[in-house]
Structures are given as C-alpha cells and as structure tokens.
C-alpha cells in the first residue's frame, strides 16, 4: 500500500484564531466607532462641496464643456494615450524585472554584480529624471511615448526585479533542490518551477507596482506626451475650469485603477483555486501504476 501524498491529506486541526470575539459591550463600541467615521467621512465631503459651491465651481457652466464631443473625444484620446504607454511599460518592465531578479540570483558574480548595479541605479533615480534622460538623449529621434514606455521600464523594472528576488527566495528550498535531483538545470528551474510560483505568491505586490506604473504615467505631460492629465490641463485652461477638469480625470483614473484592481483580484482568486485543488500529476500517476504492477 502506497503512502498517500502529504499535499493531498487536508488537515482536519482546528484553525487559530488570533483574537477574542467581541462581547455584546464590544460590539456596541465598534457599531458606535463605525458611524460616528461614517458621519466624519460625510461632513467632510460636506464640507468639500460647500466649498466649490462657494468657489461657483459646481455651477452647470463649469461642467456644460464636458458634454461636448469634441472634449469627451479628447478625454478618451487621454485615457487611451495613458492606458496605452502603461500596458506596454508593464510588459517591458516585467520582462525586464525578470531579467534582473535571475541576474540578481546567478551563480556567476559578474553577472550578479551588474544585475544589482543596474537595480540599485534606477531605483534610485527619480522617474522624471529617466523620461527627461530618454527624451533629450535621444535629441528627437525618440518619441514622447517611447520616451515615457522606457522611464517606466527602466524604473518600474528594477522595482519588480526585487520583488521576483523577494518571491522567489522565500519560496521552500525544496523546490529547486528537487528540480536538481530530476536534472533540470538551474534556467529550467528558475523558467518552469520557481519564477511562476514567485509570480503567484507577489501578485498583490506586482499588481500595486502596475497600479504606480499607470499613475506614473501621468508625468510624460513634461514632454509633451498627450496623455490624460495634459488632455485635462488643455481642457481646464480653455474653459477656465481648472477644478472641474481635474476633478473628472481623477474620477477616470479612480475607474482605470478599480478595473485594474477588479482584474488582479480575479486573477488572485483563480490562482489561489488552482493552487488548493486537488489535481493528480503525471508523477502521481506513474507511481500509482507502479504500486499496482
């Protein structure tokens, strides 16, 4: 009879618990805490929207530009603009990010040496300092956008490499060893094993990263890129509606930024599904057969 794998026995222990249940005088406590932040919260938008109204910046004259085609087409060339420099920055920083977190992990000390130079240097230079460098370094032969995709890579790469070091070091030890012993080489390891596993223990920080990288964005408006922010500046500043302008682009990022986040928290849930089911592997398999024969 073959012992039956450790990953399937589902332990039946108790879980614990870290804090005491609250009694009816704690309740009572946290329900009046509750409203008593809720009443703040309103008061303060309150509070807020007095302000504009005494400001005249909620009159229909303010907010009449924003039915006009002409500027929802401007804002959605913005959001475009924007959704676009951060899904290509994403890809490349996240290939690059990759890149250095193996770098980083090699065997071989040059190798690690120049992954941790180029780590260290770009995350310590500010983003707008690396898309003013892409920018007039390449003295016009780069455009705003290649400019802006390459200070995002460039940063937000270095950023993720550390965070694919952190994931992967953290994973059990076992796993490369046991990828050693069946002769997989150690790229085969990093490629098949340990790099998807890392992937999917980081992925709230990886998808935080992105969520900066798209807000990050926001800074080719420097250069002349037509992104969202410059979409809302230009608007404001024709219809002298500064604050309304800027109060409908941040209501378009809130949305970018939910949706991302409403992505990530589905790939979150089909991970962690894939990861606690129960599924035999081709290993399991044979050494069932064999237990027969």
Do not use: C
Request: overall charge positive.
């Amino acid at each position: 009879m073959t012992r039956r794998p450790a990953w399937l026995t589902r332990s039946s222990a108790p879980k614990s618990v870290l804090f005491d249940i609250p009694g009816p005088r704690a309740r009572r406590v946290n329900f009046t805490l509750s409203v008593v932040g809720v009443l703040l919260v309103l008061a303060v938008i309150a509070w807020i929207v007095m302000r504009l109204d005494d400001a005249d910046q909620l009159t229909a004259a303010k907010w009449e530009p924003f039915t006009y085609t002409d500027i929802q087409n401007a804002l959605i060339k913005g959001m475009w603009a924007t959704i676009k420099a951060a899904a290509v920055g994403t890809v490349f920083a996240l290939a690059l990010g990759a890149i250095l977190a193996a770098g980083r992990l090699s065997d071989h000390a040059p190798v690690r040496w120049v992954a941790t130079t180029i780590i260290e240097l770009f995350r310590a230079l500010p983003l707008l300092l690396l898309i003013f460098f892409a920018f007039y370094l390449g003295k016009g032969s780069i455009s705003p956008f290649m400019s802006v995709v390459i200070g995002l890579t460039l940063y937000n790469g270095s950023v993720l490499a550390e965070v694919f070091r952190a994931g992967i070091n953290s994973l059990p030890r076992g796993q490369a060893e046991a990828a050693y012993s069946l002769g997989l080489r150690k790229s085969q390891t990093m490629r098949l094993i340990l790099i998807p596993q890392a992937v999917r223990a980081m992925l709230p920080s990886i998808v935080a990263q992105i969520v900066v990288l798209l807000k990050d964005s926001s800074l080719g408006f420097i250069i002349a890129y037509p992104e969202l922010l410059r979409s809302v500046q230009q608007i404001g500043a024709q219809y002298f509606n500064l604050l309304p302008a800027f109060i409908v682009g941040a209501a378009i990022y809130i949305g970018i930024n939910l949706t991302v986040a409403g992505i990530a928290k589905i790939l979150e849930v089909r991970t962690r599904h894939s990861k606690t089911g129960i599924r035999p592997t081709a290993l399991d398999e044979t050494a069932l057969l064999d237990s027969k024969l």
